[in-house]
């Protein structure tokens, strides 16, 4: 099935009241919500769009059916390229984050393993899942991944807390399901979520085995709050902004406060020993979707000081010119990083094909540390206007509406409307609050840059670089090229 | 005088509404202000502070009184580092940009340059505004300087504009005076300042003859209409918010139509030789005064990632300890450049000690350069949490309350209510729209990175790095060390 | 024909004497090319080895035959993949550059270029090229490419130069071919190459029509001179050292001084118009093979580092282990780039499969810019001991030997003989004149960082990310996504 | 006494033995050591110099006569700026490092420690180190310092390595003195030093109070090795080359084999809780001459840089420019840096003036992390040619004397002898072994930057800038400014 963005909406605001913004209980039609929800319609449209089928959908593994991509199982690296493709053309419409994508690699981490867990202990936890997949694929459903705890005492275990609900975990077993408790925190996209999938954050120790939790349940269930924090650009006072200002976000605190999971729907419950796999496989597949959503983010920080530069008449200046190819550089290092980690991906034993860690951890990283450069390079290039130009409202009305049309003519071939919006978009695009989640979210969002790095450290074949040196230096007698013969790319998945 | 803040609010209260904000006519008592104003006022609680005497204040050399400092002539070096150490104090108080430094390189470019002219051609522009400083030092006024133009078409010169109020212009010469028109755009601080000195903002040709002309008008004088621009936080939404919310600032563009400005107040009047001039020493003065309240930025923020760090529980960590580092390196290098700015200055003509102009620009160039990568470690040290974070009146009402102060605590050592405050801070100094002032004002006010770097393009003397790489490549015979020689410290105004 | 390195010495040592080293004649037997013929031997004998049939070999499209790689002409992604690989597994070998890809590179321009020509004026140069090109894979040659003039006076173009000689030109045009004179400098392998491939270096306009000259000569025709630099490490002076030091490399003046060309042997001659085009199509199948040595390179820097840190016994402190992880970067991003150029590539009107433009120069620009950092990285770990550590001779006799085997010894793992490999080898590969030769060439091989960011300005697609801008903006009523729709990847060529 | 640098020489080649060189004992006549030798003889020469005299010289505060600066102990931030002007003027003339440095921070060091020592313990180790010091005055000597311990296994502590030697430390303490042992490496102008002053090198123990001394021997005393590491360019290979050229450095392993030390010439004799005090003066004080030298070394990659672009006459190109300033910025911030920690320095229980040590750390470790960037702008701007131009003697003789004579020209203002002087320089400068040497001890000389940041982390008042923080964020009431207050310029020194 592929929903209309309607019948979403409908499903959407049938649901039971447990969103807070601001020490209020509010329903999920709040204009606060809309402009996330804007992002949502999205993918719900390009699923439905004849022109992007194959892109925006796939084939089910587990119905036979069409089904919208972001639910999709990849089977091949062309699926993962696809998946890549359908971020940034989803993003680039967005204005920025697609959001439905944490879902996606929810759904894969979960997929893997738990066939990982069956297969080392006889557990059912892939049957239940694969079942549970099946009804997520036949009503299109969107998930919202839980996965960052609010972590209290960084420098204590998840079992050493004085606060449990620090990290989440299971109050109680029942024959019928579980209890679960806890506090997640920076979840983004959960009050226009259907589900909400709930994954382990780090690594845990036998003594952490009550952490060791991951299930699904409805973004609605008894005992769930969302305390929500909207993201968005006023578009109300601002009627002749573009899409850009149609189109935000929420992030949450997700409080489970003794919500009960049924059997059928939990997916882990207790294997502490998969902890640190579970909760990187969603890391390490949601690096991935960053090298499709980040190159989104730069074309358009690209187009706006292109555009900027163009008001300025300054489009020819050298120091201009360079600083545009830095965008390039940052879009296509990034979208390169998720096609090599697609083409080097492995197919995991329950038949889902997964992105290269090193390629999806170099490529986050790099995005990681380039985005404030990036905000850097648009303000250098469209200078202070930014944050000095009057508001809208002088440019429409009052005694300086003919001076203002003036003033902001620097490029005769433009209108001054056409000059107005371009700095209005300036200014959304690179200082408004928007900006501010943009820059930390890429910063932050699917691990920062300190935890790439710990990523690499623990992945990347060292040992290899060090029987070269080794070789090299007259040590070691002959060379072992092995890491060389091993690595070929896999092309599956194209006709 | 050293006025009492209350004396400025009256002064200011009485002007005459020419105020623009939102297409609406607005009195200097809009609560719009009022951040800008709370600025202002700390500069004048410093002069009458006993503690601050001598920092604060100076002995004018015009009347010989004690004058506050931001309307003093530096004499010597240790004018010039009492100056710096002053706009750090006041940007510490006021959480960033003092906003009065603007007032004190405009009249030190002033007193410079009509010097000069006067010594170039026999005009008598030095002394009307020597008389003018009397006034301004007898009535402890505070001027705002108005020199970026909109510029329009930036491949033209001024004079080849097809709009001629793209910059400052003469529109007509009288006996008694001269009538001005253009816009003047980016302007701080001129809603609530007592006067505009007006001054060129490039350099100019003969056919720009007009476009040389620089003077001071009351900030409420007829023709001139300020569209103003504030940003501020929202104090009035988050009553337990600390000083940090309270301060604020306002742009304008400054649009002259068909002003007045009477014979004594003209300091410029068609020079073009002395455009680039006078606008590079309000500029280089302009990047001296960086090295102030730069580090006082720099401390802001390192104090906010310190206590993000603290928060958190991780401050010992040696990747947090490293990004603290950093801040004291920027900070302290460009405070360092500002000290060598000082005592490598010279005395000119008029009087006034002028900070050297390759420690000014390479000093600012370094600020420019780094702003964005100190939010950037503010940014990594602190977490997703500054954009993620419920509202202010979640943790202050509803049925979350309780929740939300367990959720909040992650140091024992800290309450709920000041790690509250912490992460409130750190969205306010980090994420939010004063945020994003504060990046692009940190590029671009005094010049930005490029101009630094045309000023040392010109200014540096790289023919001594030739010469003595002639030298030591063995193609000159022997080395000429006049730089070394000629470069002495000035230790002048120390007791 | 696959030639065995020991046939591939007989031809070399076979031939005219016409190379020159400090001003003498010099026979290609001469020690000081030694060190280059050792990497070149390790292309031939990775042909002959069976485990590496298909990455090392390729079957000619023209011969139908096996042939070695680098004579190659890719006819899809996957044997750009395989180039990619092929280079990285030799420069691995090699302790660094291979060398050989230069006349993968020209041959391949050549192929397409000249193809593009006959298409366009109905020439006959795609035929001759073919003739060539059968015989350099029947008989396994190995072509230098020579493109980069001497250039003269840079404000100048070629015909314009006081010195025709400043850019390789036509000097005479015969029935039977033609004459050609002028400077080639910094051309890496000339010495102990067997032929000389040569390409214009720049865009031509119509007077340099002279200019416009590609053709292949053997190495020692009668007119050319090859003046000879070689960069290699002392390995007399070094009886212990590894194979690092075995190898080098020597770059050449090539003089062309009233050279004849027969005309089967000329590949353009005169096309203006194409001038740019074919210094391009080298340039970025150039930068192209850069993604397979770099990250060898960074992979010997890595493994030199770690190794380093190994005999400091510091391997575990957490800035020693975020530095290495540095390494893994470098080398990941830009061999992902160019995995990215192959599937992302273009089948050309020839038949060659050509890297896509954009991931070839994003990706060499990054490693233009790592480079230093990359050497800066080395040092940091492994401290001044590169610099000041005693001669190779003082560990092996006199009477300190004894106390220096005790100086050497800092990790109780590793013996005195392996500790002393390793500090050897960290000079040798960070501190040597090796050293040096690899951070220029780092920079400038196949274009520096403002070469790419020139090609990137022409030819990357700012329109899409404007359009893109003015759609979110509101200026442009819809989205062309068409970049997106017409961005697909091409997985051709393996099974 | 002002010693002539014949004076100098004599006593140098009166001198024991005991230099070692690739296994051999050599004499201090050792024509390797000359390039060293020639560095000091510019410091002896400008002391004679009346036109630096006050620069070169100062009045010793322990004789009353004028002494060599290099030997004066700084009674104000005078003498420190007149220091750091010193080493900037001498460095340009030996091409960079002057070497003299060191005696000096270690004279330093010792007046301050040994004071401090005394007043805590009533030692008497200032008045022999007074009575030391006379005789250095006296006798105009050059004193090396010997710091850097070969530590062995750095996981472990000195009184924990395998090998006692891995630390100097006491062997035996007798009536008359002690008797010392242990290696001492990376130890630059340790061979043509007069004496050799040794300090500790870390932090240490009450168990590692045999570790905890400081003396001075004359370098030849027995028991004494210096195995030797020259490096320098080939002056003989290259007759043509410039003073560049004739310049170079030696370092040494100082291998302390049961040295005896006369209980005179003993100023630390177990006090382990001085230890890291004592090595900390002279590391900060040894950061600090890095603002004198390392704006040389700037100075000198400027002009080698701008002669690059001269002779490629590519010097208005606008990218060039950029580069070119950033020398001006790594040189003047780093010089900035200098002056600073000269006027905000403090006056020493001993009466020694003691630079700024945070200003002193931002410098160092500003130019720590720049230097490999410095090198990189050379290449940039010079291109590949200097590792790939011919040898010298093939501009000088042989059949291609002419052909290459017209090759090198590119500027026509310049000779072709000029031309070839300018790139051969280039190479020398930046890509010869003395290159590398450079680059490592840019980044390791007087601490990597780790170390900085480490001193910084440990020094710099961060709860200064959290009080700030918590002002600003309304956690506390007020804001103490003690800071601002407590910080003042120290201006004594000039008349």
């Given amino acids: ?69 972001w639910a999709h199982l990849p089977q091949n690296p062309h699926d993962l390229i696809q998946k890549q493709k359908l971020i940034r053309l989803g993003a680039r419409r967005a204005g920025g984050c697609i959001q439905r994508c944490m879902g996606h690699d929810a759904i894969n981490a979960l997929a893997i393993c738990t066939r ?31 996965q960052t705890d609010s972590k209290g005492d960084r420098m204590k275990r998840p079992s050493e807390q004085q606060d449990p609900d620090a990290y989440l975990h299971i109050v109680e077993e029942r024959k019928d399901g579980i209890v679960v408790s806890g506090f997640k925190m920076s979840i983004t ?12 954050t780090r690594a845990l120790g036998e003594e952490d085995r009550n952490f060791a ?38 992030d949450c605190i997700v409080f489970f406060d003794n919500v009960f999971v049924p059997r059928e729907r939990v997916f882990m419950c207790g294997e502490w020993q998969f902890g640190r796999r579970l909760a990187l496989l969603f890391a390490d597949s949601h690096r991935h979707s960053y090298s499709g959503c980040k190159p989104a983010v730069s074309d358009i920080l690209c187009g706006a000081a292109a555009l900027a530069a163009e008001a300025n008449n300054i489009e020819k200046a050298s120091h201009i010119k360079e600083k545009l190819s830095e965008f390039a550089g940052a879009a296509e290092l990034a979208y390169a990083a998720g096609i090599a980690a697609a083409v080097f991906g492995e197919k995991t034993a329950s038949g889902v094909f997964f992105p290269n860690e090193i390629y999806a951890n170099v490529g986050r990283r790099l995005t990681g540390e380039t985005i404030y450069h990036e905000y850097n390079l648009l303000t250098e290039i469209a200078g202070g206007i930014a944050v000095t130009m009057p508001f809208n409202e002088d440019f429409d009305k009052g005694e300086n509406k003919e001076a203002l049309e003036r003033f902001i003519l620097r490029n005769p071939k433009l209108s001054p409307e056409t000059s107005c919006k371009i700095w209005q978009f300036v200014e959304n695009v690179g200082a408004s609050s928007m900006a501010s989640w943009y820059k930390i979210a890429g910063v932050h969002g699917g691990g920062s840059p300190i935890m790439e790095t710990i990523a690499l450290n623990i992945g990347y074949n060292f040992e290899d ?9 007259g040590i070691d007698e002959s060379l072992d090229d092995s890491s060389m013969r091993d690595s070929k790319p896999d092309f599956t998945g194209i006709a």
């Fill in 189 to 200: 996209q959960a009050p226009y979520a259907d589900e909400i999938i709930a994954l382990p």
């Fill in 116 to 146: 990982e867990m069956d297969d080392a202990n006889g557990t059912e936890y892939h049957r239940r899942f694969t079942d549970y997949l099946k009804v997520y694929h036949q009503k299109d459903l969107d998930g919202c991944c839980a």
């Fill in 465 to 473: 670089k060090k029987r070269l040196a080794r070789y090299l230096a």
């Fill in 213 to 250: 939790v991951a299930f699904a349940v409805p973004a609605d269930v008894e005992g769930l709050k969302l305390i929500t924090r909207p993201v968005w650009l006023r578009e109300k006072d601002n009627p002749k902004a573009g899409p850009f200002c149609r189109y935000g976000v929420s």
């Fill in 1 to 69: 099935m592929l929903r209309t963005k309607e019948q979403y909406h409908d499903d959407l605001f049938a649901m039971r009241s447990n969103i807070y913004i601001g020490g209020e209980c509010v329903g999920r039609d709040d204009p606060r919500l809309r402009p996330g929800i804007s992002v949502l319609d999205i993918t719900f449209d390009l699923a439905r769009d004849p022109e992007w089928k194959g892109v925006a959908t796939a084939i089910s593994p587990v119905t036979g059916e069409e089904i919208n991509r």
